[in-house]
């Protein structure tokens, strides 16, 4: 009896530590109170917008999480490890598509990241930046590309057409073509000359 008694205050003061030293009482409305660890809490944010800032990151910084994305860090970390969230800060940190730099606009969020589905995204890599070398598309430079084709297939195409006159008009000059196939040909529009 003796013993149990030692046992059970050993247990309440290593409980009584345990709480004191690294978990805070959080009000989640309605009276419910959820316990969670304000020192992982703290390193997390402490290490998410630390690697924002480091990576010039467009993602906004943390200031404080909710209740309930507080669990869910907890869960992903009971689940996968501190170290595949450290992984997945850094991948996000990193990525131009989850800091809206690539071809379509998105702009992640601690809380985005936070959801286990789009955790296991970006630890798996699919927000990865697909090469070193790739670079926003720029319309600017397509446009203006597309214009000078234009501009070039116009050419070509008064070119030709000026081609094709030259060799009416020598036929006609050699008398090739007779006045009335001429008149013939005039009337059908098949010939015409420019008065440049």
């Given at each position: 009896?003796?013993?149990?008694?030692?046992?059970s205050?050993?247990?309440?003061?290593?409980?009584?530590?345990?709480?004191?030293?690294?978990?805070?009482?959080?009000?989640?409305?309605?009276?419910?109170?959820?316990?969670?660890?304000?020192?992982?809490i703290?390193s997390?944010?402490?290490?998410?917008?630390?690697?924002?800032?480091?990576?010039?990151?467009?993602?906004?910084?943390?200031s404080?999480?909710?209740?309930?994305?507080?669990?869910?860090?907890?869960?992903?970390?009971?689940s996968?490890g501190?170290?595949?969230?450290?992984?997945?800060?850094?991948?996000?940190?990193?990525s131009?598509?989850?800091?809206?730099r690539?071809?379509?606009?998105?702009?992640?969020?601690?809380?985005w990241?936070?959801?286990e589905?789009?955790f296991?995204?970006?630890?798996?890599?699919n927000?990865?930046?697909?090469a070193?070398?790739?670079r926003?598309?720029?319309?600017?430079?397509?446009?203006?590309?597309?214009?000078?084709?234009?501009a070039?297939?116009?050419r070509?195409?008064?070119?030709?057409?000026?081609e094709?006159?030259?060799?009416?008009?020598?036929?006609?000059?050699?008398?090739?073509?007779?006045?009335?196939e001429?008149?013939?040909?005039?009337?059908?529009?098949e010939?015409?000359?420019d008065?440049?």
């Amino acid at each position: 009896m003796k013993e149990n008694k030692e046992r059970s205050k050993e247990n309440k003061e290593s409980n009584d530590r345990k709480n004191t030293a690294t978990a805070a009482v959080v009000s989640a409305g309605a009276g419910v109170r959820a316990y969670v660890c304000e020192l992982d809490i703290a390193s997390f944010v402490n290490l998410f917008n630390g690697e924002m800032v480091e990576n010039s990151a467009n993602i906004p910084y943390i200031s404080t999480l909710s209740t309930g994305y507080a669990r869910m860090l907890h869960s992903l970390q009971r689940s996968y490890g501190q170290d595949s969230v450290e992984k997945m800060v850094h991948k996000a940190a990193v990525s131009d598509f989850l800091n809206n730099r690539g071809r379509k606009p998105f702009l992640a969020s601690a809380e985005w990241l936070l959801r286990e589905e789009n955790f296991i995204k970006v630890l798996n890599g699919n927000y990865d930046n697909a090469a070193e070398t790739w670079r926003p598309r720029d319309y600017e430079a397509e446009r203006r590309t597309r214009q000078e084709e234009r501009a070039r297939m116009a050419r070509e195409a008064d070119r030709q057409e000026s081609e094709r006159r030259m060799r009416q008009r020598e036929e006609w000059a050699q008398g090739a073509v007779t006045y009335e196939e001429y008149q013939r040909m005039l009337a059908a529009g098949e010939i015409c000359f420019d008065e440049r």
